[in-house]
């Protein structure tokens, strides 16, 4: 198969060193590259563990949750349960951000404390359970804890796309740009060392037409 190279490139000392110092970049751009990709296969996969044990947690907090929820509407009735929900004041606020992670942006996502106290959640005291309160304060948690999991998904579903994508770069580099660059630079030195000695010969010849 034929060594693939850049078209319409002419044979020049000019296009020679251009096409040199062209070759010089692209080998830094692919070391850096490739630095840039093992950093964030790292990162990645540093941030993926954290996504395990968190998934894991939520499970687990939701489980909990459910079951001191059932226990409450066993203990109060469903009744008495909803209208303790429905007496729950207060709002969530949230609010997006962003950081930077070797040139990706992910977000952060900032929240107010879940937590609250019996009073603070509006229901009253006498007329409900405690296992109520301990399934309100599961759940609480649980919030907290779906919103770290959202931004760390996020992030690495973005790391993972910018994975991909600095990879095709490397890929690019090292078996297509790199390549090409070096076979026309050789290819011009063969072509320029021919002219040479074609130069050379007819230069010689002539001298030996006129005789000198």
Not at 104 to 130: F, H, N, Q
Not at 157 to 183: F, Y
């Amino acid at each position: 198969m034929a060594q693939e190279m850049i078209e319409g490139v002419n044979p020049t000392r000019m296009e020679l060193l251009k096409l040199k110092d062209r070759e010089k970049l692209a080998i830094k751009g692919h070391g850096l590259l490739k630095e840039k990709r093992n950093a964030l296969i790292m990162e990645f996969f540093s941030i993926l563990d954290r996504v395990k044990g968190l998934r894991e947690n939520v499970e687990k907090k939701l489980e909990q949750s459910f079951a001191d929820l059932i226990l409450a509407k066993t203990m109060m009735g469903d009744f008495e349960v909803r209208k303790a929900a429905m007496s729950v004041k207060g709002s969530l606020d949230i609010s997006v951000d962003t950081r930077n992670i070797m040139g990706v942006t992910v977000p952060v996502i900032e929240y107010e404390d879940m937590k609250k106290s019996m009073t603070e959640r509006g229901y009253g005291l006498v007329d409900t359970s405690a296992k109520l309160d301990e399934s309100s304060r599961g759940f609480e948690e649980v919030i907290k804890l779906i919103l770290e999991l959202s931004e760390i998904e996020m992030t690495v579903k973005l790391l993972a796309g910018e994975i991909e994508s600095t990879k095709r770069r490397v890929n690019a580099l090292e078996h297509i740009i790199i390549p090409r660059l070096e076979n026309t630079v050789k290819y011009i030195e063969m072509r320029l060392e021919e002219m040479e000695r074609e130069n050379f010969v007819r230069l010689k010849m002539i001298k030996k037409a006129m005789g000198t």
